[in-house]
Structures are given as structure tokens and as C-alpha cells.
């Protein structure tokens, strides 16, 4: 869509539009079709593989934006997780057909990245980071636009406008102009203008931007809701860990335009036997169990501030031990878990691989820029 404040002639746009002709998948009374691209069958003719991408590099100048990326990806839920300027963005208009690769070759949805990009974008709803919205239109009318753009009947389209925006809570905001929009309603009817035409994959670039705590929580209920219930593909951009990891299965870590890890989250996180988490009481009595720790050779890597103990035990530790000293001070353990890898340790353990170069900054874990 055009950004908001571009002066469009409403006519040429919807002329345009009837020159483009999609078949809705959707029949009256159902909100979204419930063909899944994967479980080893088709959807509208298309192999289960969401994607496959070889040697893809593209330049900005001399810039190297994307080099010799390779990745083969499953359907349902993929996080593509990197630091603002990693290549993410112009990965997805790749991706769109939006751009051509400066080399390399590729299949979405079964279809050739150098094929009918118009084709290609039917299949897929795209929710942009940027606004991207048309100053003047209603809610309603924007999403319609969006629909007709696509190639559907404006009947067809403001049906569905009306469909979504009501599935999206946004019923009595539908009538109001988008430049009167709140931050959270900006970011819903962007996505409602993703689904109009029912796409079997959403390309979301950070759809949490900007969003306070309850908005977050609401539009990642939203995006799992899509993955589990309709069995939606997603390809969720973002720098946030934290809704990688409670949306998706399967991660793309990329940085400087390279790939640095692909692959099912649980796979790609290293299981650390070594590694505990444990929480005591009384909590005055933390610190003298932590001296006695180290006098067994236990490492204490952490302590956060409701005195809960990240620590590396040596070779032959048994986790009754734990009980033993803490039976000897006069303390209980309230809790007692091994503490295997997280996304922000993985992220961070590339990152200082030799293959990735120099640090980064830290990635965001819930919205909130690391320090």
C-alpha cells in the first residue's frame, strides 16, 4: 500500500485492480479456509515445502545486503530473528518478488522467484513495519482496497473488510479515518489488510512494534491463534526474542546478511546437563550457600534479584547434593530445574562464533532493547 499522505487517485488504484483477478478461497460464513499448506498434503496445488532459497545474495551499491543465503523451510511458524540492519527486510521483498536477487535462485510456494510475482503475491499477506497507510480512508475502505488490489470483487473484498476488522476487535473503529488511529489499531488493520484474500502466508515485519505490554500480548494470541487453529504459515521479522519464541517452532538467525543457524528452535538449543536453576529460602541465608557452593567446585553464574541461582556443577555432581547442603543450613530449594539454552544464549553464542565476526548488541527479549 502506499504510505500515508501519498496522493493516490482512488480511480487509477481501483483501475488497476480490475485488471487483476483472484479467486476467493473463502466461502460465505467462514472467515479463513482451513487447507493448511503442510501435514503432507497440498494447498491450491502447492507442495507442503514452504520455501526453498539457493545462494541468494543481493547489493545495494557496493553495499552486500543478503550473501549466499541458502535456506529450505517447512510450513507453519517461522521466526527470522537478527538485529535491525541484518537483512531480514530485504529478505521478505525477496521473498514478495519485490525485488530481484543480485544472484541466486529460489522457490516459494512452489513457484520460481523469477516467475509471475503477481501470482506469487496473491498467496501471500504482507504486514509491513512501516505504516503504510492511505491518509483520508476509513478502516473499512483501506482494508476493501486492499482486497480489490489483490484482485477481488469489491463485493468480495468489503465483505471481508467487515469480517476481519470485527475478528480483530475493531468493529466500532471501522468507520473512523486511519490517520485517527492508536499505534495498537494501526498495527490490527495492518494486519487485517494481510488476510483480506485469505492467504495461505502472512510475511509479518515486526508486528509488535511499538506496542504496550497488553497490545503485544494481544497481537501474539492473534498470530498463534492463525498457526494452530487455521494453520497458517508465518514468517515473523523481528529483533524481539521473545516473540519468537512463543509464536514459532522453526529459526532463521541471520546477521550482516548472512545465516548464521536454521532450524526447529528446540533443536538448535543446546541441552546443557550441567547447567541448574534453583530458588532457596530463607533468602538471607542465599549468600552462605553460595560460599558452600563454590567450596564444592560448583560454578555460580548468576544470581537475579529474587535470589534465584543459575550455576555449572562440576563432573559427577549429583542433584541430591543440592539438598544436602542446603539440609546442612537449615534452608529448603522452592525450586530445582535444569537451565538448558535459551534463544537470547543461542543468539548470543553465534554471535561470537568465528563465522559471525565482531559482537553485536544484545537482541531485545521482550520488546524492551537490551542494554
Known amino acids: ?61 557496493p553495499h552486500v545486503a543478503l550473501k549466499e543465503v541458502s535456506l529450505s523451510l517447512p510450513t507453519g511458524a517461522i521466526g527470522l530473528l537478527g538485529p535491525n540492519g541484518a537483512g531480514k527486510s530485504t529478505l521478505l521483498k525477496i521473498i514478495m518478488g519485490l525485488i530481484q536477487p543480485s544472484q541466486g ?12 510475482h503477481l501470482t506469487l503475491r496473491q498467496k501471500m499477506g504482507y504486514m509491513s513495519e512501516a505504516d503504510a497507510l492511505i491518509q483520508g480512508l476509513e478502516g ?14 469489491r463485493r468480495d473484498a468489503q465483505r471481508r473488510a467487515h469480517e476481519l476488522l470485527t475478528f480483530l476487535g475493531m468493529e466500532d473503529a471501522r468507520y473512523r479515518k486511519l490517520e485517527e488511529y492508536s499505534t495498537g489499531m494501526k498495527q490490527r488493520i495492518k494486519l487485517a489488510q494481510a488476510l483480506v484474500h485469505d492467504p495461505p502466508l502472512l510475511l509479518l515485519d515486526e508486528p509488535t512494534s ?29 529483533h524481539v526474542l521473545g516473540d519468537v519464541e512463543r509464536v514459532c517452532s522453526t529459526v532463521v538467525i541471520i546477521d550482516r546478511g548472512q ?22 529460602e530463607p533468602v538471607h541465608k542465599v549468600p552462605v550457600y553460595i560460599e558452600e557452593l563454590k567450596s564444592e567446585g560448583v560454578d ?55 563465522a559471525a565476526g565482531a559482537a553485536r548488541p544484545a537482541l531485545a527479549a521482550n520488546g524492551v532493547a537490551a542494554p
Open 1 to 61: 500500500m502506499p504510505p500515508m499522505g501519498c496522493p493516490v487517485g482512488m480511480k487509477a488504484i481501483r483501475l488497476f485492480a480490475s485488471c487483476v483477478t483472484v479467486k476467493s478461497q473463502v466461502g460465505r460464513g467462514r472467515l479463513f479456509s482451513d487447507r493448511p499448506l503442510g501435514g503432507g498434503g497440498r494447498y491450491n496445488g502447492f507442495m507442503s515445502h514452504l520455501l526453498e532459497l539457493k545462494n541468494i545474495t543481493h547489493r545495494y551499491g
Open 105 to 116: 535462485s529460489g522457490v516459494v510456494l512452489g513457484l520460481p522467484l523469477a516467475g509471475n
Open 140 to 153: 473499512v475502505e483501506y482494508v476493501t482496497l486492499a482486497g480489490e488490489l489483490i484482485g477481488m470483487s
Open 210 to 238: 511499538g506496542l504496550d505490554p497488553a497490545g503485544r500480548e494481544s497481537m501474539l494470541s492473534l498470530l498463534e491463534t492463525f498457526c494452530q487453529q487455521y494453520r497458517k504459515s508465518v514468517i515473523l521479522s523481528t
Open 259 to 280: 545465516v548464521l543457524r536454521q532450524g526447529r528452535t528446540a533443536d538448535l538449543k543446546t541441552i546443557r546437563q550441567d547447567h541448574y536453576r534453583l530458588q532457596l
Open 300 to 354: 555460580v553464574l548468576d544470581v537475579d534479584r529474587q535470589q534465584t541461582l543459575s550455576v555449572r556443577v562440576p563432573s559427577g555432581w549429583s542433584s541430591r547434593s543440592f539438598f544436602a547442603l542446603a539440609d546442612n543450613l537449615g534452608m529448603a530449594i522452592r525450586g530445582l530445574e535444569r537451565d538448558d539454552e535459551d534463544l537470547d544464549q543461542l543468539f548470543q553464542r553465534l554471535l561470537r562464533s568465528p
